[in-house]
């Protein structure tokens, strides 16, 4: 049963328990493997790929990448009514981030004789991973292919898990293939993302990678990050969560599917819901022990309700307070007027407004991305967008008489950080 606090019950240190999140399993024996598994694709490239293949995912493989055959099969394979929903989610998730794309770039003469710009250039190569498994996800396929598509990334490869067959699941190929992308790989866990930042004989290396995954994914993206060769990575990841805060003025079992719909992503998700009135926070409870009954996902729900809690408050004020303290990744306000709410909020990953607004929309196709920042991070940084797929570049152009203007300044500040070569870099020139 999920849990029930009283806020005003509890101390400095017992709110701090309260919101603290479950710890992520980053064992130094996972650093180690995952740093053996660095070592072995970065200096033997395809043949530790496929030993590495064979062993985590249990199929030989001769080619990673999918043939134009292989995706045509597997498009024709998925059925009519999900390429459907595919085509209507990419349709609305470009139609919001295209948005971005008609972003200026600067130019702005700063004084006279000093122009300064800032121009706006997709990165070269982008990998992408998408996790399969027991739940493989289209989805992710489609929040990380529409914005690239939109950035205009050159060159985008896509990987993810094979089967026992050697297969790549048909409805991400056919989410993929649908957004553009034609090089898909049959690649998997943190041998995956050793490939795409270290480049082997098949697999292109990458300026960046993004997607989320398991703990050898995310301690591989850790770990290639910090290796100074020069590929970054799209956030630090963590475990999915959700914050609902309500008043009571919902139908109850609408909360409780919200909160079941992120534990059933993993044992390690968490879920809160802060409420005013303790009679709906007890039917809440008890709506997710009758939905748990026949729940196919039952097990990992479970296992992340162990992490999660009702805690009941005294205004929606004090609620969005502790919001803004906890950062969750995915904040739901399903009371009335949640509109107006909106400017209180400053961090959350995503929000979902009003009681026809569940956050499994997000996830799919309401239009929003749903690669968020998780564990907290919400407070420092932003969802993916085509944001995320380009960098900006600045330029300076600048006369004889813009220079003039800038030389003292310039020349007192290098002298006083000690820097004499870069005063005289001006001065030189001013003496032609």
Sequence with gaps: MLPLIKWSDLSEDGRQQALQRPMISRSEETFNTVK????????????ALRELTLLF????????????AEIDQ??????STVKLAINQAIDNVRKFHEEKTKRLDISIEVIPGVSCEEITRPIETVGLYVPSGNNPLPSTAIMLGVPSLLAGCPNRILCSPPDKKGDVDNNIVAAAAACGIVDIYKLGGAQAITAMAYGTESIPRVDKIFGPGNTWVTAAKSLVAAANIGVSVDMPAGPTEVMVISNGGINSTSIAYDLLSQAEHGPHSQVTLLCTDEDFAQQVQGDIFQILTDLPTKETASRALENSKIILIETIEQALSIANLYAPEHLILAFPDARGCVDQIQNAGSVFLGKWSPESAGDYCSGTNHVLPTYGYAKSVSAISVDSFVKTISIQEISKEGLIGLSTTITELARVEGLEAHARAVEVRLED
Excluded at 36 to 47: L, P
Excluded at 57 to 66: H, M, Q, Y
Excluded at 74 to 79: E, G
């Design 36 to 47: 053996a598994i660095i070592e072995k694709v970065s200096t033997m490239g395809d043949v």
């Design 57 to 68: 995912d249990r199929v030989e493989l001769s080619d990673f990448k999918l043939s134009k």
């Design 74 to 79: 597997a498009i024709d394979k998925t059925p």
